[in-house]
């Protein structure tokens, strides 16, 4: 990673949480690039955090992912998301449309599946599995078909998915992909059988990882 993602981002902003509200302090717009970015801190014994209204020992403090200081969070499933994103940070994703294999990485653009989303006029894609690498064949094959059936039963046209844990040759997942404009079914559906994550692609062919915790705050 270059100096500059690592550099850290200074505005000037009065941060509604803090009792000093004179107080400057430094952003990773790495974490957060929607907004104005996410707080960053020196250390994980920062003054600063005491500084925080509420209490401290409700929230969870971790090293930035971009190397930018440390950050806090109120999310009561943290760790959860965290070991389900370092898990599945180097995975390959096959998918089976059109007759075409298209193999995608995490984070990274598919410029052809892009431009396949744009004629295809699709804006929400959705990567799902039921697989277990725990259990065995027989029970796999079983809930891979209750996820086609599931899918089916509400008008979505599932693609065939392999997911490689190890450059294709370790463990492989298998699911189905398909246009969704509205995820809470599946959502049910996976956190009825102990799957608390998704993949998904955005309108420009990026490849993400989401957690679908019950509860948690954001």
């Not at 894609?125 to 509400?154: C, G, H, P, S």
């Not at 009825?192 to 019950?214: E, H, R």
Request: aromatic share 16%; with cysteine; charged share 30%.
């Amino acid at each position: 990673m270059d100096d500059k993602k690592k550099k850290l981002h200074v505005e000037k902003y009065k941060y509604k949480n803090f009792k000093n509200k004179d107080f400057i302090p430094n952003r990773c717009t790495e974490c957060n690039t929607k907004k104005i970015g996410k707080i960053s801190y020196k250390s994980r014994d920062d003054k600063r955090i005491k500084s925080l209204n509420g209490n401290k020992e409700s929230l969870d403090i971790y090293p930035c992912p971009f190397g930018n200081g440390w950050h806090v969070t109120s999310d009561k499933n943290f760790k959860e998301r965290s070991e389900i994103k370092n898990k599945y940070k180097n995975i390959e994703l096959a998918l089976y449309i059109d007759d075409k294999r298209h193999l995608f990485h995490l984070n990274k653009k598919n410029y052809a599946f892009s431009q396949l989303l744009k004629y295809k006029n699709i804006t929400n894609f959705m990567f799902v599995t039921l697989w277990d690498e725990n259990q065995n064949n027989a029970r796999n094959l079983q809930y891979l078909n209750i996820l086609k059936k599931f899918l089916l039963k509400y008008n979505y046209e599932p693609y065939e998915i392999e997911i490689y844990q190890n450059n294709q040759s370790d463990i492989t997942l298998y699911g189905y992909a398909f246009t969704n404009d509205n995820s809470k079914k599946v959502n049910e559906l996976l956190s009825q059988n102990n799957i608390y994550y998704y993949f998904y692609m955005t309108n420009n062919g990026i490849l993400k990882i989401s957690s679908n915790f019950p509860e948690s705050k954001a």
